[in-house]
Each structure stands twice: as structure tokens, then as C-alpha cells.
């Protein structure tokens, strides 16, 4: 007997046209502005909002609604108000990446960094810390082996016994990150064009420096100030 084309079940959105509304989501300036404010990890209020985009509070809920719809940033209310962030670490490591795609767009025949010092030096990349510094001790990580390549899924780091050891000496406890997260990726770095160390590792290692006070977060800013103790303690480790 012949199948009517109707009884397969073709009512979920095909990935291309997906990412095609999401491209189109993410393509309008405002709403780029406000997620890359977003990036720093924090939430922001509609009205904060409204002023990173530059745009009135009835245009900014318009804004806001659209990207909730495509699942790129989360709600939540708190007495009278509602704070907005990025849904997740995956839109986070997907706008990096787009950064990284975005400075392609005219390039120069030698990279030379336009990203203020601040920002480039050590920053805030949703959860976990981007720039030179993150940078560094990613390197420093696959050059000790303290992480490997693993084949799937793409760009995902196992942790060796060593690597664990080392984590665990340095203050980081391994068995204590979420299982259902990705233990440690390589997150492009949009200002140095190189990895840096992403997933629950990473994460764990920002909330360290920040506890040990190495670094220290700048107000309104995705920006990590090194402190004088933190310089040369990241600069000892790096060097062992």
C-alpha cells in the first residue's frame, strides 16, 4: 500500500532553515549589540538593554521577545523586574566564533590586534576567560598534557590523570563540575586568533582566579583586571 507523503513526521524546522532564522535574529545590529554585551556572563535588565542598543524600551522588548523565541538568550523575573542573559554556554562559544568570521571580513595582510588592551589582555567570554592570558594557559595545558584532543565531539579535551592532579593542586576540583556540561573545549579567541580554554573547566578556573583574587572584574565590562599577585602567580605557573 502506498504511504501518504503525511504520515512521516516532517513537521520539525530542517537545520538550514534554522540557522537561517537565527542568522537573520542575530543579523540585526541592535540585537548584535545586545548580545555582545551579553557575552560577559551577567544579566541585564530591558532597560539596560534599551541604552547598550540604543534604542527606545518598547523597541528593545520588540528585540528581546524575537531572541527569546530563537532560544539565544533566557528570562528570568525577580520581583518587579526581569533579567535577561545568554541561554547558554553554546550561544556564548557560537557568537565568539562569529567575532572571529566578523574580523575576516576585511583582512589586513598581517593580524595586528584592534581590540582595546583591557579586552585583550583577559575578559570575561560568558563563563569562562578569554584573551591572552586564557590563551596562554590553554597552551601551557596541551603542552604538559594536562588535556588532549579527544575524536568527538569536535574540538573537545580530555583530562589526563595528570592534568587532574595538576587542576586538583592548583584548586580546581575536577569531580565536583557539572557531568552533564562538556568537561573542556578549545573556544576560538576572537582577539588573539587562537583557542582558549573553554567548557566547565574553564569555567572552573575563571571562578578560581576570580576567588584568589588574580583577577578582578571591571565594572560594566567584560574586561579581567590581572592584579599585581595574580601576574606573577599566573607568570610562575606558566613558566613551570
Do not use: N
Not at 63 to 91: D, T
Not at 125 to 154: K, S, T
Not at 172 to 194: F, G, K, N, T
Request: charged share 25%; proline share 6%; aromatic share 4%.
Amino acid at each position: 500500500m502506498a504511504h501518504d507523503i503525511h504520515d512521516t513526521d516532517d513537521t520539525r524546522p530542517r537545520a538550514d532553515a534554522a540557522l537561517a532564522e537565527i542568522a537573520q535574529c542575530i543579523a540585526e545590529p541592535v540585537r548584535a549589540r545586545m548580545l555582545c554585551c551579553l557575552l560577559d556572563g551577567h544579566a541585564r535588565t530591558a532597560t539596560e538593554l534599551a541604552a547598550v542598543g540604543e534604542v527606545a524600551a518598547s523597541t528593545a522588548s520588540s528585540h528581546l521577545a524575537r531572541m527569546l523565541a530563537q532560544g539565544l538568550i533566557a528570562c528570568q523575573s525577580q520581583g518587579r523586574h526581569r533579567y535577561y542573559r545568554l541561554a547558554g554556554g553554546e550561544v556564548g562559544a557560537a557568537l565568539e566564533a562569529l567575532l572571529v568570521v566578523a574580523a575576516r571580513v576585511a583582512p589586513a595582510p598581517a593580524f595586528k590586534p584592534s581590540t582595546p588592551e583591557p579586552l585583550r589582555e583577559a575578559r570575561r567570554c560568558y563563563d569562562h576567560m578569554a584573551g591572552h592570558w586564557a590563551v596562554r594557559l590553554h597552551d601551557h595545558a596541551l603542552r604538559q598534557g594536562w588535556i588532549a584532543p579527544e575524536p568527538a565531539p569536535p574540538r573537545a579535551y580530555g583530562l589526563s590523570p595528570r592534568g587532574r592532579a595538576a587542576f586538583a593542586q592548583l584548586g580546581v576540583d575536577v569531580d565536583a563540575l557539572p557531568a552533564r556540561r562538556r568537561l573542556a573545549c578549545a573556544c576560538m579567541d576572537w582577539s588573539e586568533r587562537r583557542p582558549h580554554l573553554g567548557g566547565a573547566l574553564g569555567a572552573a578556573w575563571l571562578t578560581l582566579l576570580l576567588q584568589r583574587r588574580w583577577v578582578e572584574g571591571e565594572l560594566d565590562s567584560r574586561a579581567l583586571r590581572l592584579t599585581h599577585g595574580g601576574r606573577q602567580g599566573l607568570e610562575r605557573l606558566l613558566a613551570a
